[in-house]
């Protein structure tokens, strides 16, 4: 597997490479499009120059000035009329030229090989070490003429300070190499300590140090890793308790069931204990269908599988009607029930809100002292539509009211085997309300009771 660090590495060789190659073409480009007609008419000029200066000397012997000339940084060939060839200054890597070329030159023209230098898209004319790649002009030594090819020698082209420029540049790409493996290095580090974390964290180890502490997009994303991690931690330990109470709601009436299974076998059962046995059976079974239906709408928020079937209704009217569902209950708890309630128009699933009233108001009965009262108010802003429901029952110590809407929860043992209730009520309630991107808050009321508040958007 290739990792991280190598592929980082031969990306920035490759860039590099590819940054000079463009590089280079696109000077040499340069050169062919702008400098060499340049460069070809500077150089006529040096060996016209060259032949001046032989022509008006009287040495009987060219070979000591055209040595001398060649020493200073010129390459030259010379042809004479009879053929004799002669080169100062360094030798050409390829020492061809056509006799044509030079029997033109002969006879008076001016070779231009520098402006009429093929191009090619590797190979920088300027730096070509070519015969061909040469000006020529003619000129006159005693009596004889002669054709005189020159360039620029390469090597005194590379003097003391190209070399210096030359080791700068090559000590630059080192160094700029050996710093992006650094960089490299230090940028890759913080990825792998997060890969060497998410494989702990899906061994179900929650507690993994991440310690990366930097102030850029990977300390982001460090600090969103931990994050997760404790999600993870709590979605597990809640998945664990969620199992745990889910087995103890199921299992006690599904023992009661089994126990008085049993017991119905007994032949010797009068009538009347009978009839008291499957009457448990049915409150059982009827208690472990309600916790699935529970446990089935909670799923179908989790999974966004809800739709909710929103229309506008009159909450004031559905309110009463929930209430008169409950009169039987009120009566005989002997609770009293005020009623404040405004005639406001909502925009809602009328079924799930209805599981929402009746929840809170069997809740208010529950729990409310024989005999109590219950509050149960309708009013509006210009923003929202406010549905408040307050009793003067026993409350709840508990002030985290966070944990009200946890799934089975229950505030304590005494009071979860007093009281009816699968603990899955007020998170279903909490499930709708946001369902319709509204505001659920209790609130303790002294000296006794709970006051709980929907606020929903107004239509």
Do not use: C
């Not at 000006?135 to 005189?148: E, I, N, Q, S």
């Amino acid at each position: 597997m290739k990792t991280l660090y190598s592929k980082f590495l031969w990306m920035t060789l490759l860039i590099m490479f590819t940054s000079g190659t463009i590089g280079f073409m696109i000077v040499n480009t340069f050169y062919h499009q702008n400098l060499k007609e340049t460069n070809d008419a500077k150089n006529v000029l040096v060996a016209e120059s060259i032949v001046q200066l032989v022509e008006s000397s009287h040495l009987k012997n060219l070979e000591p000035l055209l040595q001398m000339i060649g020493d200073t940084g010129y390459q030259i060939y010379i042809v004479s009329e009879e053929g004799r060839e002669s080169s100062f200054g360094g030798d050409f890597r390829v020492k061809t030229i056509s006799d044509s070329v030079v029997d033109r030159v002969l006879k008076g023209e001016t070779y231009h090989g520098m402006r009429e230098f093929p191009k090619e898209t590797f190979i920088t004319g300027y730096f070509s070490n070519e015969l061909t790649n040469t000006v020529g002009v003619p000129f006159t030594f005693d009596h004889k003429k002669y054709a005189l090819f020159q360039r620029p020698n390469i090597k005194f082209l590379f003097n003391e300070i190209h070399l210096l420029l030359g080791g700068l540049a090559g000590a630059m790409i080192v160094i700029s190499v050996i710093a992006m493996l650094i960089v490299a290095k230090k940028m890759i580090d913080p990825l792998t300590k997060l890969t060497i974390a998410t494989n702990k964290i899906a061994n179900e180890d929650f507690q993994v140090p991440i310690p990366v502490y930097q102030r850029d997009e990977i300390g982001q994303l460090a600090d969103s890793f931990r994050n997760m991690a404790k999600q993870l931690e709590a979605s597990d330990r809640y998945k664990k308790e969620f199992i745990s109470r889910v087995s103890h709601d199921f299992q006690t009436p599904l023992l009661n069931i089994q126990g008085y299974a049993t017991l119905l076998e007994n032949r010797e059962l009068n009538k009347e204990e009978h009839m008291k046995y499957t009457k448990i059976i049915q409150k059982e079974a009827k208690r472990l269908s309600s916790v699935m239906k529970q446990l089935l709408v909670l799923t179908s928020f989790d999974q966004a599988n809800n739709r909710t079937k929103k229309e506008i209704y009159y909450l004031d009217e559905q309110l009463k009607q929930v209430m008169q569902k409950f009169r039987w209950l009120v009566d005989e708890k002997d609770i009293s029930i005020q009623l404040q309630l405004k005639k406001v128009e909502v925009l809602g699933d009328r079924e799930m809100l209805e599981y929402v009233w009746e929840n809170l108001l069997s809740n208010a009965i529950k729990y409310n002292y024989s005999p109590g009262e219950i509050q149960v108010s309708l009013t509006e802003t210009e923003e929202y539509v406010l549905v408040t429901i307050q009793d003067t029952g026993i409350g709840n110590s508990n002030t985290d009211y966070g944990q009200w809407t946890e799934r089975f929860y229950r505030e304590d043992t005494a009071r979860s085997t007093k009281i009816e209730g699968s603990g899955l009520g007020l998170a279903i309630v909490k499930e709708v309300v946001q369902s319709h991107n509204g505001i659920l808050s209790f609130e303790s009321v002294e000296p006794h009771g709970t006051k709980v508040t929907i606020q929903l958007n107004k239509l």
